[in-house]
């Protein structure tokens, strides 16, 4: 599968941004999709995942509150809706397609096989 992020920019404090994932393939809604961020001198966090039917949802504590993942399997795309936005959130946010867990969502980064090529947030003070 191959996957397109797209949506980040430039955003104030508090502000609010809405990522995409747009995925290729006709087996979508069979992969656990998950996003990940990526801070400037950083390591790779988990941010949230969902299950293949959209009916598990899994969310980093750093972000639960603020961020609603979502999936339409129709248009093959998953979406992050990021509210309440804090500088510290600034990164560029990428998208992850795991395999094998269907229906179950995990943040450990070696199942997630496919990866796009991620869309940079910057929020500023």
């Known amino acids: 599968v191959q996957l397109q992020a797209y949506g980040g920019g430039l955003v104030q404090a508090g502000g609010s941004l809405r990522l995409s994932c747009a995925a290729s393939?006709?087996?979508?809604?069979?992969?656990?999709m998950g996003w990940f961020r990526q801070a400037p001198g950083e390591e790779r966090e988990f941010v949230v995942g969902?299950?293949?039917?959209?009916?598990?949802?899994y969310y980093s504590d750093s972000v639960k509150g603020r961020f609603t993942v979502s999936r339409d399997n129709a248009k093959n795309t998953v979406y992050l809706q990021m509210n309440s936005l804090k500088p510290e959130d600034t990164a560029v946010y990428y998208c992850?397609?795991?395999?094998?867990?269907?229906?179950?969502?995990?943040?450990?980064?070696?199942?997630?096989?496919?990866w796009g090529q991620g869309t940079l947030v910057t929020v500023s003070s």
């Open positions: 992850a397609a795991d395999g094998t867990h269907h229906n179950l969502v995990t943040d450990a980064m070696r199942w997630y096989t496919y």
């Open positions: 393939g006709r087996t979508f809604s069979t992969y656990t």
């Open positions: 969902i299950s293949g039917s959209g009916s598990i949802t």
